[in-house]
């Protein structure tokens, strides 16, 4: 039986005010080690450095979810973890949950899990479907597989806002999923030294489908310490897409709070309002 919405706490400053256009990392994984031994100061750098909110993806089914202002939490199973949860009924776990996620995600197929392609496909499958039962946004981790995943997204999600976390593909890639309902998310590969594919999809893409992320504690970008990436270098990201796109930090940020509202990201915190 599915749990009615909003019958859990969840995790907003409902008094801060959201007119003002805020930085948010839509992928950061708050939850795990090392972050999770230094939430407080990690938050505090990241607020300081101006990011207003941060969204936790699942990786084993539910984010071990806090409460701190402003950190919103989705729910997922990431296919490098498929092989775990082969005998799993996942809409039974989904329906234990402790919290109503604004996304479900990380999900998606990976060329270099070590579940096969079958199990992959049907744990994917499986939660594009509680995704449409839920009419929440999926956040999509995909390496390679471009094909098959595309086609699922179509059968089962085609009404709901796909966000492509840390997308690896090359632009002609980006256009078969920005025909459907994608919005494109960068994280620290784009700043890179060797990054040329990703800049090239980063000037290509619309800026009306352009989210920013850190998938922290990975994918740092330079300056920062390998696997000890941080919310607070989003701004690294959001300042290496401004010289791509020849545009300043400011039409970024009001553009990208604008696209996080579209992809349906903080709909929770509008509600509270
Ligand atoms: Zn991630």
């Known amino acids: 039986m599915a749990i009615p919405r909003k019958s859990f706490p969840n995790f907003l400053d409902r008094n801060n005010a959201i007119e003002s256009p805020m930085w948010v990392d839509t992928h950061c994984h708050l939850d795990v080690e090392p972050l999770c031994l230094k939430q407080i100061e990690v938050l505090d750098r990241a607020r300081n450095a101006g990011i207003g909110h941060f969204i936790v993806p699942g990786i084993r089914g539910p984010a071990k979810n806090f409460i701190s ?3 919103l939490f989705a729910w997922g199973v990431h296919p490098g973890n498929a092989s775990f949860f082969e005998n799993i009924d996942l809409k ?3 329906a234990q949950r402790n919290y109503d996620p604004v996304a479900i995600g990380e999900i998606g197929l990976d060329i270099q899990s070590p579940a096969d392609f079958n199990l992959q496909l049907k744990i994917f499958s499986t939660q594009l479907e509680i995704a ?3 009419n929440l946004p999926v956040l999509i981790h995909l390496r390679g597989f471009w094909n098959q995943a595309l086609a699922a997204l179509k059968n089962t999600a085609s009404d709901l806002p796909w966000v492509m976390h840390a997308f690896s593909g090359n632009f002609e890639i980006a256009k078969l999923f920005l025909r459907g309902n994608a919005f494109i998310s960068f994280g620290g590969s784009l700043c890179f030294s060797n990054a040329k594919k990703t800049p090239r999809v980063a000037l290509e893409t619309p800026i009306e489908k352009i ?4 998938d922290a504690p990975d994918m740092a970008p330079p300056g920062w310490k390998k696997d000890e990436n941080e919310p ?3 701004l690294d990201v959001a300042k290496k897409l401004c010289q791509i796109k020849k545009i300043e930090l400011s039409e970024l940020k009001s553009q990208v709070w604008k696209n996080i509202q579209k992809a349906r990201l903080m709909d929770d915190f509008a509600l509270h309002d």
């Open 211 to 214: 989210l920013l992320e850190t």
């Open 69 to 71: 202002p402003n950190v």
């Open 92 to 94: 039974d776990l989904f």
């Open 232 to 234: 607070a270098a989003l």
């Open 132 to 134: 449409k039962a839920e």
